[in-house]
């Protein structure tokens, strides 16, 4: 094994060294016998200017470059540097690719050596991180990582990445190691050669096996400890006056400063368990909602011998409950308590599946890495939970193939002691606290054999999103691609697909009465029909879509309600081809179920393998005919009370539309299905009522307040030292002037703030041909060069990740709509500004909005008091909630909207939010204040 491998990092001039881009910093590290023994680095002369936006993300300019040697004077070091030895970086491709062509160029051959890429190994051995960038991967292994883009700075980082990567690799068990080394041929780097010698160097001596790890068929495992049971022994009893809870949380936190809003809280929560009442409970940002409803909760669940369910919206609560609130809980409370986090049967691994795919050679890239990643996960997982994964997009895919069902044909019994599921569901049924997601919750309330054990009391934390989330669960939704993706597993029989398979089998076992009811000639020409069929049908939803379309629009995306109406044109052949498709696709459901029909009349004898082909055909029969019921439902024979409408992104049309489907409401559904049979639910959120009444959530929720203990908790911190909010008195109104006019404005307003608070501003959009407009605007105008300006659906990476990087940047400036408006949190000096272009009312003509401000018309009732008003006012609760996490932080809040105090409903807004300074404020008064206050 070569004990030699040279990091190497560039900084180059751009990304495409055919295209003339130049290497303008080289650095090597070279790491020997598991230390680093020498480092070189140097500037580089490109030829040729350093690009502006090179120069703002490396720090390096055409002056440090200067004298600079060029890349041939240096070439005889790099390949002494290189010589024997592996070539190494953290995303081979790019720095070798340029190297090569430098290279060749100054005259000698390439590097022809092995190739490893820390991406591709830090991939599979660290298979739970959150990100794979070298700066997040430093931060992850504690490496100092002093000047990110920067060679030499990046290079050394690397070095020290790699060191712990091979030390991770030589801790692996040996039975790891050599599935490992099957997988790997298909990677990009030179993996396989460096396992092939790192395990004849280990099978030199006798391997012991960590007590913590088992082995079982061939695959090494953490060893699945059974969980103690806990006894329900009542703990102490209900701290009932603020003394005796003052003493409880003092004997376990050093420092425990009283907030009287969380004794409030706690004593409402232990009241709605014991009366077996309802309780909505809004609960300001600092009140400590979590300690203030698991503490009564836990003395409830001990004394009456019950299991109390906790849902949230978000897998990030789920975490913080479980790693850092329960085990907080713990330190108050004597007796032992039991969490367990209960999810979905398909979060979860099947070992049996994931061995058979461990036998099957024919792997793309995406699943090599993923089964590799499995590999080392096994040897840390106690849940099996596949949010524990980072897994790309081909993995995802891969990951219906090996998740857990409800499988007939693939139960194997060696594998029953380690199904992740059923110990996740065994070990809720002696909880005291079960954790899990609103979706979950719901999804478990109409299952035919109930998941969740019996439960009378529960906790929905991130309450406000418990109504949305149910409309979404109790509607339907048709989308093209995941119906082409089902489609495709089947294909056609030339594809050597699910079909071609099937017809395999049916060849080997030579069953003359399966020849008679199988032709698959004709199963063919029932797959072509159907993907015709399905085609057309997509394509008229699309083409009605484009029609609607304004030519002056700017944005791509298209949302338009479908109403079965004689006057709505577009309803007919919506209609018709639907009907066609429908037909179609039980027709060919119908064929597939005489497949599965043979194979169960004829008992044949199937092997493993053949038995797991079985299944995907049983699960995509199953999931055909959902999709029929679907369209019955949203196409053929549209319900009542049903609002039903399209969203496709006009740029790729047919692949992106979805018809989708909800209740218009669902008050009586949730109040009849969940409220009725539960003795006690208390809903939190800090964003429930509407200048102090909860009448709106109350009605949305199917809840009356005769069922219900309501309260209103504030917030401990003192907003009003803490917040100048601001409402500029110079902009126009939103109404009176084009968008483009106002655009302009309010870039103008915010370019002039950005520089006084330097950054640290989050700005709030309800449209993103807004936001997208003014993104553009803010980086033509070229007075933000200094600033890191990143947009929603413009600067790339997910919610998390953008929130992430605006932390990184001490200049930064984020552009967010939609979900930016909650659930970000972004404590400290790192947000010191919070602007809202636009009050965030729902579009009129937004499908639900539209129909259910129709039905409250229809009524007799007022669309906009009983819906939009309020609805508004929630979601700026929740945005208003961004700026403000912790006591010690300080900040503006600047509303561009002016309706907030021209109009007599604007004042609502003010007064549900607490108190704070308000000002109408020229901008340059703004500016002041600014400097004043920060």
């Not at 090599?368 to 524990?388: P, Y």
């Amino acid at each position: 094994m070569s004990n030699k491998f040279v990091v190497v990092d560039l900084e180059t001039t751009g990304n495409a060294p055919k295209k003339g881009d130049k290497i303008i910093q080289f650095a090597a590290v070279v790491v020997e016998n598991g230390k680093i023994t020498e480092q070189f680095s140097s500037f580089i002369n490109p030829g040729r200017e350093i690009p502006l936006f090179i120069e703002e993300l490396t720090g390096l300019n055409d002056e440090m470059v200067r004298d600079a040697p060029n890349f041939s004077e240096i070439a005889p070091k790099v390949l002494m540097l290189l010589e024997d030895a592996y070539f190494v970086a953290h995303n081979v491709l790019f720095d070798l690719s340029f190297l090569q062509e430098e290279l060749i160029e100054a005259g000698y051959e390439g590097f022809l050596g092995p190739v490893l890429d820390t991406v591709e190994m830090a991939r599979f051995l660290f298979p739970t991180s959150d990100s794979y960038k070298l700066n997040e991967l430093a931060v992850q292994e504690g490496l100092n990582h002093e000047r990110p883009h920067q060679a030499d700075s990046d290079a050394y980082v690397t070095a020290e990445l790699l060191l712990i990567l091979l030390n991770r690799l030589w801790q692996l068990p040996n039975i790891t190691l050599h599935q490992l080394l099957k997988l790997s041929g298909g990677l990009k780097s030179d993996v396989a050669l460096l396992l092939d010698d790192l395990i004849i160097e280990k099978e030199r001596s006798l391997e012991e096996i960590p007590f913590s790890l088992e082995r079982h068929r061939g695959i090494m495992l953490r060893k699945l400890e059974d969980r103690e049971e806990f006894a329900y022994d009542p703990s102490i009893p209900y701290p009932e006056s603020d003394e005796e809870k003052e003493r409880l949380f003092q004997g376990a936190f050093q420092g425990y400063e009283k907030r009287i809003g969380q004794f409030q809280m706690m004593d409402t929560v232990f009241k709605a368990f014991t009366n077996e009442k309802h309780a909505l409970i809004e609960a300001g940002t600092g009140v400590g909602k979590s300690m203030a409803y698991l503490l009564p909760a836990a003395i409830f669940a001990s004394e009456r011998r019950e299991t109390i369910v906790i849902s949230t919206h978000t897998t990030q609560l789920q975490e913080q409950l479980l790693n850092n609130d329960i085990p907080l809980l713990q330190k108050i409370l004597p007796n032992k308590l039991k969490a367990v986090i209960l999810k979905g049967r398909s979060h979860y691994l099947s070992l049996a599946k994931f061995e058979q795919s461990l036998q099957e050679d024919d792997d793309n890239y995406d699943i090599s890495l993923t089964k590799m990643q499995i590999l080392v996960w096994l040897l840390e997982t106690e849940t099996g939970d596949r949010d524990e994964l980072n897994l790309s997009s081909g993995g995802m895919l891969f990951w219906g193939k090996i998740k857990n069902d409800d499988s007939t044909y693939f139960q194997q019994r060696s594998w029953i002691k380690y199904d992740y599921y059923l110990r996740a569901r065994k070990a809720s049924q002696t909880a005291n606290f079960i954790i899990t997601n609103h979706s979950f919750l719901l999804t478990d309330l109409v299952a035919d054999t109930a998941i969740l054990p019996r439960y009378d009391y529960c906790i929905l934390d991130e309450g406000h999103h418990f109504e949305k989330v149910c409309g979404k669960y109790f509607g339907l939704s048709l989308d093209y691609l995941h119906i082409r993706l089902l489609l495709s597993q089947f294909g056609q029989y030339e594809q050597k697909q699910i079909h071609y398979e099937l017809e395999q089998i049916l060849k080997e076992k030579d069953s003359e009465r399966t020849a008679e009811t199988i032709h698959s000639f004709e199963v063919s020409q029932l797959f072509n029909e159907l993907m015709n069929e399905m085609d057309q049908f997509f394509r008229t939803v699309a083409n009605v879509a484009k029609k609607r379309v304004k030519s002056s629009a700017a944005t791509n995306k298209v949302t338009f309600r479908l109403i079965k109406e004689g006057s709505d044109q577009d309803w007919s052949p919506i209609h018709s081809t639907g009907e066609r498709f429908y037909f179609s696709l039980k027709d060919f459901a119908a064929a597939i179920k005489q497949y599965v029909e043979t194979f169960t009349k004829e008992e044949l004898q199937l092997s493993n393998p053949q038995k797991l082909l079985i299944q995907e055909v049983v699960t995509l029969q199953k999931e055909l005919e959902t999709v029929c019921e679907t369209i019955k439902q949203l196409i053929l024979f549209p319900m009542d009370e049903f609002v039903t409408w399209v969203e496709v992104d006009i740029r790729s049309s047919q692949n992106s539309t979805t018809i989708l489907g909800q209740p218009i409401t669902i008050a009586s559904q949730l109040r009849e299905e969940f409220f009725l049979r539960k003795k006690s639910a208390v809903m939190t959120s800090a964003t429930l009522s509407v200048k102090g009444s909860f009448q709106y959530m109350l009605k949305e929720l199917g809840l009356d307040k005769l069922d219900c203990y309501v309260q209103q908790i504030e917030s401990p911190f003192p907003y009003d030292k803490q917040v100048q909010l601001v409402i500029p008195n110079d902009l126009p109104e939103i109404n009176s002037v084009s968008i483009d006019e106002y655009v302009a404005a309010i870039t103008e307003h915010i370019i002039s703030i950005a520089e006084a608070t330097k950054g640290r501003m989050l700005i709030l959009f309800t449209s993103y041909e807004m936001l997208r407009k003014t993104y553009n605007l803010m980086k033509e105008s070229g007075l933000l060069e200094d600033f890191i300006i990143m947009g929603q659906g413009i600067t790339a990476g997910s919610r998390t990740k953008l929130t992430r990087n605006f932390q990184r940047f001490d200049k930064a400036i984020l552009l967010g709509t939609s979900s930016f408006w909650e659930g970000i949190d972004i404590p400290g000096e790192d947000l010191s500004c919070l602007i809202m272009v636009r009050l965030p009312f729902s579009p009129p003509n937004e499908p639900l909005t539209e129909a259910k401000c129709h039905k409250i018309k229809e009524s007799g009732g007022n669309p906009f008091s009983e819906h939009s008003l309020p609805e508004a006012i929630i979601r700026f609760k929740q945005g208003f909630g961004r700026l403000i996490r912790t006591n010690q932080d300080r900040g503006f809040v600047v509303i561009f909207d002016k309706r907030i105090y021209t109009t007599s409903y604007g004042k609502v807004f003010l007064q549900s939010i607490p108190k704070v300074p308000v000002k109408k404020l020229n901008i340059n008064a703004t500016l002041d204040l600014i400097e004043n206050f920060l």
